[in-house]
């Protein structure tokens, strides 16, 4: 009787009306979730969230943002961008939005696509000054009821477990000082840590940045981030979907200022790009303390896997974990050269990085390991003519450490584009990887093939099919024996900013395992299979108030339940004002296999953002009130209550946002 009670209820959200206040385009909270699933971590790359922005802010200016800006935008391909520049460069100022509607890679429903995300102001004057732009931030927030790490243990001694209180503080400040320079600084304490260690913030992130126009190009000192080549070395990666791989002259050199609050994926030291005419020069040195998993160090003091003892959580709660904090320092230096002629860019980078053992760590060790080496070079390339585009990337670190990835991307007509990409990556392979084909926690050993095709049938629908073959030439998991997979992603919707948005989209995923038994024999080769339904409705009425339905099913060829998992989902915002916006999410879940997990982007606060993964059995409703008294100041709050297997718990936290 349970559980018709709960499939009426969930048949009976999917139509209710309701209304909504989107924070962002769909496609990008999308891409956001895709990374979840296909990289099997919590840990987005801010700079991917950082696309997120209030309604108001959101828009770019198409006549006077920079050629990085405007592909930092994610509203272009490569081949529309390059028509576009060259587009300004010939004519000047563009004076409507409709005019993009002639050039070769536009059309008129890509033109209303974009449209809400683009302004044209009139050409500034090279010269002018930008006026001065502060932004301080303060997030706090807490969970109820408390976990057993804060409950005081007889056994240590009337001791918790945390060393710290359990409040989440986080606390950035952003400022544009003139023209050229700007800075950023973030301070994070997650819950359960300390506000101070030994006498010190606990996670501290900034940068002071010079962005030029002649020799030197950009001077970042501080923490920051490197796009180099396509993206298969230091840090540049994180591709997650084929039909997302963008690549053109701009993305193939730049620094990236970081100051966000996820604590891995950075450099910390000092980088410029100089610009030689035809050729750019990218130049670093970094220096960066790294905190390990000390039981893991010891077991295997090898200095060459000191990376793969690395901590990512970020979280520095329990004496255990206190204790991995700077068992090692890196040391990264490296260059990139970039010569550019025309419609060709070629590179090629060099870089090494040196991972030595603290004092501390010598404390764990009955032997001195010495410092770990590791070299690795790259050359890349694109090169674009009419409508077709070739790029690649080779990386060698090694006899066995080599690494590459191809691709191509044709512009059949204005309404149909498609790309292919194939990779390898060699079996001692170490670094950052373009995509996440695999199904597993680890993407080494790898190699595959991938295409994407993008069709436009009309004002009305447009629809993307990707494809994904991937194989692996090392045993998988517990396998004795090569391991494959593929991916299968087709969606159809309509495009641009109408009164009704829909979407549809089925995602399949196959991939083999070794389930693991108690037996020492050979165990057999197991299929798997994970099928996805996603499907949404928004209405759209100005922006008093929107509404969104959305159903996910997945269903898990080995669940144990009848039952495939579903999430049904309904938001509603109502906006009575510009100083005034209300935002309420209620999700229906029941997850029984942690395969078919499904994440979902919730409302937050601005720079916040939240994609948990429901799993299990229950519902949650999530409360965000966003108040403006006055001009420059905004207050936010923002409460969650979720039921899950009988269990409830609650979140709560508020935003002070301050623009000087």
């Not at 906006?575 to 395969?595: H, M, P």
């Amino acid at each position: 009787m349970h559980g018709n009670i709960q499939l009426r209820l969930l048949v009976f959200l999917i139509w209710i009306p309701a209304l909504l206040k989107a924070q962002q385009p769909i496609i990008n909270s999308q891409d956001m979730e895709d990374l979840l699933y296909r990289s099997e971590s919590a840990n987005i790359p801010e700079p991917m969230l950082n696309v997120f922005d209030e309604p108001g802010n959101l828009t770019i200016d198409l006549n006077n943002a920079s050629p990085e800006e405007l592909d930092a935008s994610g509203l272009f391909t490569s081949y529309q961008l390059h028509n576009l520049i060259k587009y300004r460069e010939e004519y000047g100022e563009i004076y409507s939005i409709h005019e993009l509607a002639v050039l070769p890679g536009f059309n008129q429903s890509k033109v209303l696509e974009i449209e809400p995300y683009v302004k044209l102001n009139r050409v500034k004057i090279s010269n002018g000054e930008k006026p001065l732009r502060h932004m301080i931030l303060i997030n706090t927030g807490r969970s109820f009821p408390n976990s057993e790490g804060y409950l005081e243990d007889s056994v240590s001694g009337g001791k918790t477990a945390y060393a710290g209180p359990p409040l989440k503080t986080t606390i950035r400040f952003r400022s544009h000082l003139w023209k050229n320079l700007s800075m950023a600084l973030t301070y994070e304490k997650d819950a359960g840590e300390l506000f101070l260690y030994q006498k010190r913030p606990q996670f501290l992130s900034g940068y002071l940045s010079y962005a030029g126009e002649r020799f030197l190009k950009q001077l970042v000192v501080g923490n920051f981030q490197m796009n180099q080549g396509v993206g298969l070395v230091n840090g540049a990666g994180f591709i997650h979907q084929a039909g997302k791989l963008r690549v053109n002259h701009q993305s193939l050199s730049r620094i990236r200022p970081y100051a966000s609050k996820t604590e891995t994926m950075f450099e910390q030291g000092i980088a410029c790009q100089l610009d030689l005419n035809r050729i750019e020069l990218l130049i670093w040195a970094s220096f960066r303390q790294l905190s390990l998993s000390p039981s893991a160090f010891t077991e295997n003091p090898e200095a060459d896997n000191w990376l793969d003892y690395q901590r990512t959580s970020g979280l520095y709660r329990t004496m255990g974990e206190l204790e991995g904090r700077e068992l090692a320092f890196r040391i990264h230096t490296g260059i990139q050269a970039l010569y550019r002629h025309r419609q060709l860019a070629v590179g090629i980078m060099s870089g090494t990085e040196w991972i030595y053992p603290t004092k501390k760590a010598m404390k764990y060790l009955i032997t001195s390991p010495g410092p770990a080496l590791h070299q690795k070079a790259s050359l890349h390339g694109n090169w674009q003519k009419s409508q077709i585009q070739i790029f690649g990337e080779i990386s060698v670190g090694g006899s066995r450490s080599m690494a590459c990835l191809l691709g191509t991307e044709y512009y059949f007509s204005d309404f149909v584009q498609g790309s292919l990409l194939m990779h390898h990556y060699g079996t001692e392979y170490r670094g950052s990887h373009p995509s996440s084909y695999a199904s597993g926690s680890t993407i080494e050993n790898e190699q595959g093939v991938a295409f994407h095709l993008h069709v436009e049938t009309g004002k009305f629908v447009t629809a993307e099919l990707t494809g994904e073959l991937f194989r692996y030439l090392s045993p998988r998991y517990l396998t004795t024996v090569p391991s494959s997979g593929n991916r299968l992603d087709f969606s159809m919707q309509n495009p641009g900013k109408k009164l009704l948005q829909w979407r549809f989209r089925v995602v399949n995923k196959t991939w083999q395992t070794t389930p693991a038994t108690e037996t020492t024999k050979l165990r057999p080769l197991q299929n798997s299979r994970v099928t996805r339904i996603d499907g949404r409705l928004i209405y759209n009425y100005q922006d008093l108030f929107k509404w969104q339905t959305r159903l996910v099913i997945s269903y898990y060829s080995q669940q144990k339940e009848e039952v495939p998992g579903y999430a049904a989902v309904q938001q509603v915002t109502l906006c009575s004002s510009r100083n005034l916006k209300a935002t309420i999410q209620f999700v229906l879940f029941q997850v029984g296999d942690w395969e078919n997990r499904i994440y979902l982007y919730e409302p937050g606060f601005y720079y916040s953002f939240s994609f948990p993964a429901y799993y299990g059995s229950g519902q949650k409703t999530t409360l965000l009130l966003t108040l403006k008294p006055i001009r420059r100041i905004t207050f936010s709050a923002k409460i969650s209550g979720i039921t899950n297997r009988g269990i409830r718990k609650w979140e709560a936290a508020i935003q002070l946002r301050l623009n000087l």
